[in-house]
């Protein structure tokens, strides 16, 4: 031992900078220290900010070191806490750190009555998790953490090198875990904002559902289907149906008929057939979608979705007449979930098909008004039970 | 010097793990070095990844070093960014560091021709920083980025354990500057997700708004007078106005009158008055809009002023009747820019009020219809030419 397990500590603490997971961070630090300084167990104390307690962390080692129940977690108001928060042990021992066979010899008249009954509490502390020496972590003034060193597997003590060593570390170990945290906290407000997007697009889209009477629910579907028709074409092509996609097309099949805000209740809901001008005012809901998202720039990519849904293989869609790979590969993804759901509900004018007749139906103009690589992912996805 | 700043600058570049502005971290790392080291200069080289390039930041020293222009970029062919990159380096100097003294002397028989053309180009940049050492650092195998070393004040030239120690330290450097970078990624991403949300909703928003002939533009001028309002109150009380309320607050401005899309258009567009049957369904408006985004958990503040925006300080208000204080304040914020928007719009039944008029008025009914605090601060940015 010596020089060499410090070195690669050392070494080992600057790349921990990188692992912006904490409890993974914790887990390998307390692992690695366990096994280079051939110890029996180790642990780490560390502090959780929104409630104000630690939360200890322990590799059980070799000897299979068990947790009491309720241990773990310490409140601010535990000796060993205040201990290290009250700096006690700077007021005692130099360096910080805490061997348990000095505290335990210590001469209760050189410090305060106070401060030797929290000491007490500590070594009791100690005694449970069996550790031989505490050395605590600061950022700043805050207390980080502490480390739990159990005993040498040599039987030796620790050096005063070695707990040199170690309070030095302790500071990288509290600085890198810190830094995770700042990460794990920033990473969680951006899902946090993620779902808070897509929650409320799916919320304003239902809404706009609801106006149309006979659609209830429908964007809900062909979004969930839309999905799944992707999933079975990333298996082929990752490169093209890659997550970037899926998130894109996720956006751009809630919003795709968003557009019908803009088509008077008169002609969403009547009972009859459309006559020629009600029907040019219907299809323009795709154009309409476009143009209200259309400033969004981080849109760009969903917009064509909701732009050319309607739009069919063979060219005799709208609103452009695009023809089959003019269409973005999102919109004909829309086109066919959209398909599927139109026939699988009822309408006015007739009543619904089944799931089956529906795939025979779609399978009947793939090629025609449908892109068949996507017709054929659906009916895959039907013959799977999975619609 | 000696051990003394090598010390410092060790204990430095820990910290600056937690310094997560790349540009900031750089100019401070060179700062430093050449106030600690008692150099003339210190650049760093550090790689944009996007356009694979190498931006250049220099310390200008005491010795005010210009950088020719054109010099501030450095591609991937350039010859110094060549020569670490392909790791020549490592082939012709054991530790890494180019010293440029020693290069200046080599013998050109021992490294190929090729590597000698690199090495002349070298040299040639070398001069043109007034460069005495180039330290590269690498992170994984990509060269994140080079630091330039000018000439030691004191005239002697580096010894070997300096150029050991910046080698070192280069690599922690490397190290800071990834997470910084990291950092700032995942902040961009952060913010763009924002930016998405708060545009999504917008748009989704005004083509509700478009739906109701009389109040164009409505939803975007309550959200932009509710947001001054906050902002009057906030430079009163910071405690309750804070950041997160404003975020509540424009949220729920943008959505205040969502549940309007459950409103028949006979009844939002009629040009008469409307009856009571009529004046019910209109008043679910915000009801039907704390419906619709109740199942987003992230919404439950901005959710308050939806529900209760039509809540009048007396009482008198829908849907629960709350008053005075029992009214949340994003609600009675909303209440008063909704008021005072109304009032100087032209509605079927009468011309738009003044602004003046409308303060008037609005004054007439504080402690009434609407919180006097509130209108407080309206009075207040109406009298700074504020609205």
């Known amino acids: 031992m010596g020089i060499d397990y410090k070195k690669e500590l050392e070494s080992a ?38 409630r104000d307690t630690y939360i200890l962390t322990v590799s059980r080692g070799t000897t299979g070191l068990k947790i009491p129940k309720g241990f773990a977690r310490m409140d601010a108001d535990n000796p060993l806490i205040r201990f290290f928060r009250e700096r006690i042990n700077k007021q005692i021992f130099n360096d910080g750190a805490l061997v348990y066979e000095e505290a335990k010899i210590l001469n209760q008249h050189k410090i305060g009555l106070s401060a030797q009954k929290i000491l007490k509490g500590v070594l009791y502390q100690m005694e449970i998790f069996e550790t031989e020496v505490c050395i605590p972590s600061y ?46 906290e920033l990473e969680l407000e951006l899902n946090k904002n993620k779902r808070l997007f897509i929650h409320t697009t799916v919320a304003l889209a239902a809404a706009i559902d609801a106006k149309d009477h006979y659609t209830h629910g429908h964007t809900a579907r062909v979004t969930d289907l839309s999905l799944k028709i992707a999933n079975r074409l990333m298996q082929k092509n ?34 009859g057939p459309l006559n020629d001008t009600e029907i040019r005012k219907m299809q323009e809901h795709p154009t309409v ?57 009822d309408r006015p004018y007739r009543r619904a098909f089944s799931k089956k007749e529906a795939i025979v139906e779609i399978q009947q103009v793939s090629g025609k008004q449908l892109n068949p690589q996507i017709v054929n992912a659906l009916v895959q996805l039907y013959a799977e039970s999975k619609i």
């Open 13 to 50: 603490a600057k790349t921990m900078i990188l692992v912006h997971e904490p409890d993974t961070l914790i887990k390998m630090i307390v692992r690695m220290i366990v096994q280079r300084v051939r110890i029996s167990h180790a642990g780490i104390l560390l502090h959780d900010k929104d």
């Open 139 to 184: 950022f700043r003034d805050d207390l980080l953490g502490v480390l739990l060193l159990g005993s040498k597997k040599n039987g030796k003590k620790f050096g005063q090198d070695e707990l040199d060593f170690f309070v030095a570390l302790a500071d990288d170990v509290a600085m890198a875990i810190r830094n995770a945290q700042l990460f794990k």
């Open 238 to 271: 990752k490169n093209t149906f890659n997550e970037k996609f899926l998130e894109h097309l996720h956006i751009a099949s809630l919003l795709h008929d968003i557009g019908k805000i803009g088509i008077p209740e008169s002609i969403l809901n009547k009972e």
């Open 289 to 345: 979608g476009s143009v209200i998202l259309q400033p969004i720039k981080e849109l760009e990519d969903s917009i064509l979705g909701v732009k050319y849904h309607h739009e069919k293989y063979d060219g005799s869609g709208y609103p452009e007449g695009l023809k089959g790979n003019q269409i973005p590969l999102i919109a004909a993804i829309i086109s066919v979930a959209d398909t599927f759901d139109a026939m699988t509900t």
